[in-house]
Structure formats: structure tokens, C-alpha cells
């Protein structure tokens, strides 16, 4: 299993993101959401799920930490006696895929082509800098077996479910989750609401891809549809683009900055992040950010598996 470092223990749990091994689970509930249409939200420990139900059967974006999934399975009966018919897989972090390997049993785990590599071929997560977590391949049953280089749509319950591919974003396999009917959109990690993101430099990931990514998203959802973000309660189209503007900013701060000939310490002493100070969590705090910023903008992405155009 994953090993953390005890320097950032404290830290990865604040995010639910350390390994199911190092938790706790016993108390963990999941709690039930309806967010619009036929689509729901699950929340226990680790990434929010998405549920689109009906006659058809369920249809489960993410899947938290493998401890949880007869308590997730459980609160999807509490929804509907229909059976789960696809599982589609935001990015490949534990604390969205940890129960793949559960759920496969009853049904096919669908990701980006990434996703699979990298839970097959295990390595390290991090920002390129002082956050970095290490993990093995997970097992077999565990993997997607269908995989997409560009989108997928699932034709269920009486609508379209598309899966699209935001690369280099939160990490180089992320998928953005739309269910037009229902006016919902599964942002995964590329929109949370704990402040600054986490971006898996190590894996991928980059600012600008995360800025291009949600731009993208913005530009194809309604004004008033439904947001479920990777970790956090349910947002507005408002929220993201609030978000957005964040983004914007401090790349911009900090690509200044490298272009003035600035290094990382300079930029942590004068305090750079400070005009968006409210994002700065117990997570990524304003210097973890720089150093994100600064790792992504000067190509230090250790282990990306494909160059993307």
C-alpha cells in the first residue's frame, strides 16, 4: 500500500487522501444527496461520488476508498433495487478508485487510457516538489477494462453520459462526467472546494492544463446547471468560474515572477499568493501553491507517461 512520509501524514489526511490501510473507516457514513434530474451525490471519506439512476440500472462515477464500498453499495440500494451497470473513474487517486476492484464484480469500470496505466504500473503522486506520496500497482481486478483516449458516452436510463478527457489537468487522465438531462456535471478533481487544488505534477498534471480544462467545461454546461466537485458540497456554474478566475490569477502572479527571474524562496518571501489568501488550506497552503505553480510552469513533471499536443 502507500506509504506516507511523516512530515505529510497530518497533511494528506486532511484531505482524506492517505491510504485506506492508515484510516479509520469504522464511523464513517455515507450521506445522500439528490442534486437534480435523476442524478445523486455520495458522500463518505475521500472523492465525492456521482449516481445517475433509473430504469436502466445506476451508473457510479468514483467510488472512494475499497473500506467503504458495501456502505456505498448499501446507500445505492437505499436509492434503488436496480443494479450498478457501469463505473466510470474521474482520474486514478485511491480515494476515487480505491473501490474498483469491489465493484467491478458487479459491473465494468470505464476510464481515461491514463487511469489505467498508472493504477497498473503504480509510482508517486505529488506537486513536483515537498508533496509526494508513493503506491504500488493495484490488482487486476481493480483496473478499468474500458478505456478511452478522447470521450465516452454511456446511453442509459434514458439519456447521454459523457465522459470527457481534460488533459494534463489535476493529473494526465482526468475526465469530466456530463449528464445533460439531468443538467449535472461531475468535475472530479479539477474543481474542488477546499482552495487551492491539488495538482499531481508528478502525474501529469499542470496549471495551465487545469485553466484550459475548465474553460472548457464552463463553455459547454448551461449557466444554471448543477456542479459536483471532487471534494466539497454541490456548486454553481458561478462557483467554478469564481475558481477559475483564481487559477488565473496566481499562474499569472507566478509566471511573472519566473519571467522577472525570481526563484521559488523569492517568491514564498514576498508572500505572493497573499490577494488570495481565503484559498490557502490545511492541505495546500499559499507556499505549497507557489511551489505547484512554479514546478508546472518550469516543466518539472516527473513521471508524465504521454506528451499531449
Known amino acids: 500500500m502507500r506509504k506516507l512520509s511523516l512530515v505529510l501524514a497530518g497533511v494528506l489526511f486532511s484531505l482524506n487522501w492517505a491510504s485506506a490501510q492508515d484510516r479509520d473507516f469504522s ?3 455515507i450521506k445522500v444527496t439528490k442534486v437534480a434530474g435523476n442524478v445523486y451525490m455520495l458522500e463518505g471519506a475521500g472523492g465525492n461520488i456521482g449516481a445517475s439512476v433509473g430504469e436502466d440500472g445506476i451508473v457510479v462515477v468514483d467510488d472512494q476508498y475499497a473500506p467503504l464500498a458495501d456502505r456505498i453499495q448499501a446507500a445505492l440500494k437505499g436509492i434503488t433495487d436496480k443494479p450498478v451497470r457501469f463505473i466510470i473513474n474521474t482520474h486514478y487517486h485511491e480515494d476515487h478508485t480505491g473501490g474498483n476492484a469491489y465493484f467491478q464484480k458487479q459491473a465494468p469500470i470505464i476510464a481515461h487510457d491514463n487511469v489505467r496505466r498508472r493504477l497498473e504500473s503504480g509510482g508517486g503522486a505529488g506537486n513536483g516538489g515537498s508533496v509526494h506520496m508513493d503506491f504500488k500497482p493495484a490488482a487486476k481486478e481493480a483496473l478499468p477494462i474500458i478505456t478511452f483516449d478522447h470521450d465516452v458516452t454511456v446511453h442509459l436510463n434514458g ?17 469530466v462526467i ?36 475548465v474553460e472548457k467545461v464552463i463553455g459547454q454546461i448551461p449557466a444554471d446547471a448543477k456542479i459536483i466537485p471532487g471534494h466539497g458540497p454541490i456548486s454553481s456554474v458561478n462557483d467554478v468560474r469564481a475558481y477559475l478566475e483564481m487559477l488565473k490569477g496566481t499562474r499569472d502572479v507566478v ?15 514576498a508572500n505572493l499568493l497573499e490577494p488570495w489568501k481565503k484559498y490557502s488550506g490545511d492541505f495546500i497552503k499559499q507556499d505549497t501553491f507557489i511551489e505547484t505553480i512554479y514546478n508546472s510552469l518550469s516543466g518539472q513533471k516527473n513521471g508524465k507517461f504521454i506528451k499531449h499536443n
Not at 162 to 168: H, K, N, S, V, W
Not at 255 to 269: F, P, R, W
Open 159 to 175: 439519456g447521454d453520459i459523457r465522459a470527457l478527457y481534460i488533459p494534463a489537468g489535476h493529473t494526465d487522465g482526468d475526465s
Open 178 to 213: 456530463f449528464f445533460p438531462k439531468s443538467n449535472v456535471v461531475h468535475m472530479g478533481d479539477d474543481f474542488v472546494t477546499y482552495g487551492f487544488p491539488f495538482i499531481d505534477v508528478d502525474s501529469g498534471g499542470s496549471i495551465d492544463g487545469m485553466i484550459d480544462g
Open 255 to 269: 509566471a511573472n515572477a519566473i519571467k522577472d527571474g525570481k526563484t521559488l524562496d523569492q517568491m514564498k518571501k
Open 27 to 29: 464511523k464513517v457514513q
